[in-house]
């Protein structure tokens, strides 16, 4: 079946460093990317996705770029702040009508050293 | 306001003893999603629901049960509880089955 993995699964970097975590699935029908940051005691949010049809989006801080010969997409977040601190999930699910399964990676744990 | 509420959000148990979780939407939403989050596993679909009376196996379903009577409402039923169900329980919905999940604070269970 369809499998996300994610890496790394923890990663610390210095406030206002870049961050990188990576993802790569199976299902080469996948064609919708979220990723969902979730801070600590709180539920998951969307921050971003992507669609099979672009290669890049960004939104101010944070890019998610995809390269679906290689099906693994990326979550970039530049210039760190303390409020990046939290897990992140990428997944990926395929947007039909009839079903949909979202999988997700296993999440990678951020922290944000002052 | 637009939410997910889940209830209980924290919960201890006996095993055996039959527990519901009860997920409700206010969105008309037609896909509603179960989850369990485990540290090192990430969210593991439980089952999901693309509709009224229309319900699907997800990646661990073992030992759970789902009812969709009503389009906002999604419960998710232990009708035998084991410490192996020991997890933080998520109910999310959508609009359609993709795009943004929203989801609901969590459940916390712990099965004796």
């Known amino acids: 079946g369809e499998n996300v993995e994610q890496h790394p699964s923890t990663l610390s970097v210095q406030e206002g460093d870049s961050a990188v975590i990576k993802c790569t699935y199976s299902?080469?029908?996948?064609?919708?990317f979220p990723w969902y940051k979730q801070e600590l005691g709180k539920r998951p949010q969307l921050i971003i996705d992507?669609?099979?049809?672009?290669g890049e989006k960004k939104d101010q801080r944070i890019a998610v770029t995809l390269n679906k010969t290689a099906k693994h997409f990326s979550l970039h977040i530049t210039e760190t702040q303390p409020e990046d601190s939290a897990v992140y999930f990428c997944a990926a699910s395929k947007e039909v009508s009839s079903a949909s399964k979202i999988i997700f990676g296993s999440g990678t744990r951020l922290s944000i050293r002052p | 306001e637009a939410q997910v509420t889940q209830n209980p959000r924290y919960l201890i148990t006996v095993t055996g003893k039959k527990l519901t979780v009860t997920c409700s939407q206010n969105?008309?939403?037609?896909?509603m999603s179960w989850y369990r989050q485990d540290p090192g596993l990430g969210l593991r679909q439980i089952y999901y629901?693309?509709?009224?009376?229309?319900?699907d196996k997800g990646d661990v379903p073992e030992g759970y049960k789902v009812s969709r009577k009503e389009k906002r409402n999604f419960p998710l039923i232990l009708e035998s509880p084991s410490p192996n169900q020991t997890s933080l329980y998520f109910c999310?919905?959508?609009?359609?089955?993709?795009?943004?999940?929203?989801f609901g604070e969590g459940s916390r269970l712990t099965v004796l």
């Open positions: 299902d080469s029908a996948s064609n919708y």
């Open positions: 999310a919905s959508s609009p359609q089955g993709y795009g943004e999940l929203f």
């Open positions: 969105m008309n939403h037609e896909y």
């Open positions: 629901s693309m509709n009224v009376e229309v319900t």
């Open positions: 992507i669609r099979s049809n672009v």
